[in-house]
Structure formats: structure tokens, C-alpha cells
Nanobody, 121 residues
Framework: QVQLVESGGGLVQAGGSLRLSCAASGTIFNFYTMGWFRQAPGKEREFVAA????????YYADSVKGRFTISRDNAKNTVYLQMNSLEPEDTAVYYC??????????????WGQGTQVTVSS
């Protein structure tokens, strides 16, 4: 069973930055495509970014391209989401997700519990 634990959320002013982390356990991390999704109040969960198991390909939602960067450290079983130039519209619960193999589009098999990101104007 794969366990995913997010950290790094919080309150930040518009224009600021945050880095989210997701630590994975219970599996061979470098066999999994990893991703970040988010869900704002009253909205459906949406894709944010993904990185394949080797780290050599990344994918982003149009709304975050140029502002967010996904990366992974397979030695630490951790995936990161660096978020810069944050906007109030980025306010949401951010979820880490995993799916086995090299998968795009990503359809998650495992989810973390989520971490709240709030961007004030």
C-alpha cells in the first residue's frame, strides 16, 4: 500500500511563494508517476502538475505554467511543488497523487490527505 503525506501548505500573500512536499512510503517510489491536484471550495478537483517516474518529463495545467515547478528526489522518496507568483485563485487544498508506471495523462491510484494553501490578496 502506498502512503502519501503532504506538507508545506499555509497562508501567503499574493505574489509570494510556497513549496509543497509529498513523502511517499510503502512502495518503490521511482516506479511511480507523481502528481499534484487541487480542489477549491465549491469546485471539482483539478490537475496541477505531474512528473514521470524518471523525472525526465513534466506536465502542467495551463493556469500554473511558468509559475509552478514540479520535481522529485527519488533518493528521498519525495516529490515537490514549487509555487511562485501565487494568486488568490490558487487557494485550494492541494493533494499529492501517485500512479504506477510512466503514465500520461495521469489517473491517480493513490492520494494524500491534502494540505491547505491560502493566498490572500
Amino acid at each position: 500500500q502506498v502512503q502519501l503525506v503532504e506538507s508545506g501548505g499555509g497562508l501567503v500573500q499574493a505574489g509570494g511563494s510556497l513549496r509543497l512536499s509529498c513523502a511517499a512510503s510503502g512502495t518503490i517510489f521511482n516506479f511511480y508517476t507523481m502528481g499534484w491536484f487541487r480542489q477549491a471550495p465549491g469546485k471539482e478537483r483539478e490537475f496541477v502538475a505531474a512528473i514521470v517516474e524518471s523525472g525526465d518529463s513534466t506536465y502542467y495545467a495551463d493556469s500554473v505554467k511558468g509559475r509552478f515547478t514540479i520535481s522529485r528526489d527519488n533518493a528521498k522518496n519525495t516529490v515537490y511543488l514549487q509555487m511562485n507568483s501565487l494568486e488568490p485563485e490558487d487557494t485550494a487544498v492541494y493533494y499529492c497523487a501517485a500512479t504506477y508506471g510512466r503514465r500520461w495523462p495521469m489517473i491517480p491510484s493513490y492520494w494524500g490527505q491534502g494540505t491547505q494553501v491560502t493566498v490572500s490578496s
